[in-house]
C-alpha cells in the first residue's frame, strides 16, 4: 500500500526494537516486514538495495525515502513529540545517551547477549578476555546509568524520552548476556517505569 511506514526488523534485536516501540506508542500504523539477519537475506542484492550497509533495521517512509540506525529513527520518528524535549539543552541531553548507548553500552552488552542467546555457535570462538572485557565494559555502562537513575526518574530528565527507549532495548534483556541487574536497583525500578508507560509493548509485540 502506497504511503505507509514500512520496518524491516529482526524480533530479537534490540535495536529493531526501539523503532517499533516508539511507532507503536506514537500510534502511527506500519508494515513490519521480519527480516532474520541469520538467514543471510540483509547479505543478497535485494536488500543491499534498500540498505548498503546490509543491517536491520530499516525503515521505508511513506514518501519512499529510506532510514538505517536506530537511533536516528528514533530522532526522526519523536520529532514534535512528547518524547524528544523541546528545550534546547534537554534535547542535547536526549542525544548525549543516544551516543552514550551506541558507544558504551551496545557494543558490550549487546553484543555479549547476541553471542550467548541469539548466536550461541559463536562462543565457541570468543576468548576467555573478550568474554571479560564485555562484562567489565558492560558493567561500567550499568554503572553510569545507575548513577543518572539514582537522581533522575528517567535519562534525560523527568520525562520519558526517545533516551530511555534506547537504553531500555537491550538493558532489559541484559540477563540474557549474564549481567546480573541485582546490584541496580535504580536501573530495576527505571525498567519497570519504561514498562508502565502508556503504549508500551515487549520486545515480541508484533502489529
Known sequence: MAGEYI???MESSGNCY???LLLHQLEIPFRLVETDTRTGI???AQYLALNPAGRVPLLVLPDGRRLSESNAMLLY??????YLPADKYERAVCWQWLFFEQYDHEPYIAVARSWLRIYPDRM????PDQ??????????????METRLRESPFLAGSSYSVADMALYAYTHVAHEGDFDLAPYPAIRDWLAR???????V??????
Open 7 to 9: 520496518l524491516y526488523s
Open 18 to 20: 526501539k523503532p517499533r
Open 42 to 44: 540483509t547479505r543478497q
Open 77 to 82: 520518528l519523536g520529532e514534535n513529540t512528547r
Open 124 to 127: 565457541g570462538k570468543a576468548t
Open 131 to 144: 568474554i571479560a572485557a564485555w562484562q567489565e565494559k558492560g558493567h561500567r555502562a550499568l554503572k553510569v
Open 194 to 200: 519504561v514498562a508502565a508507560q502508556p503504549g508500551h
Open 202 to 207: 515487549p520486545m515480541t509485540w508484533r502489529p
